[in-house]
């Protein structure tokens, strides 16, 4: 069974700066296209970034220059880096992985206040 557990989601004051993990078990990360979203209250979820299997990226443009995706296969953990965080970027952000029809964690809250 897949499982993608997020962590590191909390309070921070804006322009502060946040590591999300994304630990898998039931998979090995390696085979697939893995990616975070997010969704604040009222909006439809979004993506936030997409990395590949040979580590190509993807950056939505309202994170692009401040949000940073990596994976460790040897870890079997994704990561998201965000850095200069402002309220806007408030929201439940969802770990994701394109093995079989998609498979999602249960997210993790950040909320950017002072």
């Known amino acids: 069974q897949v499982q993608l557990v997020e962590s590191g989601g909390g309070l921070v004051q804006p322009g502060g700066s946040m590591r999300l993990s994304c630990a898998a078990s039931?998979?090995?990360?390696?085979?697939?296209?893995m990616g975070w979203y997010r969704q604040a209250p009222g909006k439809q979820r979004e993506v936030v970034a997409t990395?590949?299997?040979?580590?190509?990226?993807h950056t939505a443009d309202s994170v692009k220059g401040r949000f940073t995706i990596s994976r460790d296969n040897a870890k079997n953990t994704v990561y998201l880096q965000m850095n200069s965080l402002k309220p806007e970027d408030t929201a439940v952000y969802y770990c994701?992985?394109?093995?079989?029809?998609?498979?999602w964690g249960k997210g993790t809250q950040v909320t950017v206040s002072s």
């Open positions: 990395i590949t299997t040979d580590s190509s990226t």
């Open positions: 994701y992985s394109d093995r079989g029809g998609g498979a």
């Open positions: 039931g998979i090995f990360i390696g085979f697939y296209d």
